[in-house]
């Protein structure tokens, strides 16, 4: 299976501190693994998989883009499984000060997830959607 392979890879570059093609392996990794985990139930989605992953892409890599790109994939991943507040959280760990739009858009997803959360936290909603609409007009 694919998972198996980007595995392999992952342990590969890592050795050979290839750090802009590990950080793709192991996001890919976790993809192929969160893919798997929705026909084997023995299987279960690697969230600290992706977290190394945005993390190399924003510190080795210097590649914030992917690490966005890794970010939107990661929170698809657990509002799949009902993690709403971890993804708003993986959302909002991604905002900052360089980019107002890019941020705003975050954070706009961030208060969703807040409110699609059992229960749902209202004031976090409203917190995070009144922060993006600021954002919104700075830009």
Not at 31 to 56: C, H, Q, V, W
Not at 113 to 130: A, Q, T, W
């Amino acid at each position: 299976c694919s998972h198996q392979h980007y595995y392999t890879i992952k342990k590969d570059f890592q050795a050979d501190e290839a750090w802009s093609y590990y950080a793709p392996a192991v996001e890919l990794a976790a993809l192929s693994l969160f893919m798997l985990s929705l026909t084997d139930p023995g299987k279960k989605y690697r969230a600290d998989y992706m977290e190394e992953a945005i993390t190399k892409y924003l510190t080795l890599c210097q590649s914030p883009e992917f690490a966005v790109r890794a970010t939107l994939f990661d929170a698809m991943c657990l509002k799949h499984q009902g993690l709403f507040v971890e993804a708003a959280n993986c959302y909002i760990k991604m905002t900052n000060e360089l980019s107002d739009l890019r941020s705003a858009m975050l954070l706009e997803q961030a208060a969703y997830c807040f409110l699609l959360s059992n229960p749902p936290n209202i004031r976090k909603y409203g917190f995070h959607i009144v922060l993006s609409g600021y954002r919104f007009a700075k830009t």
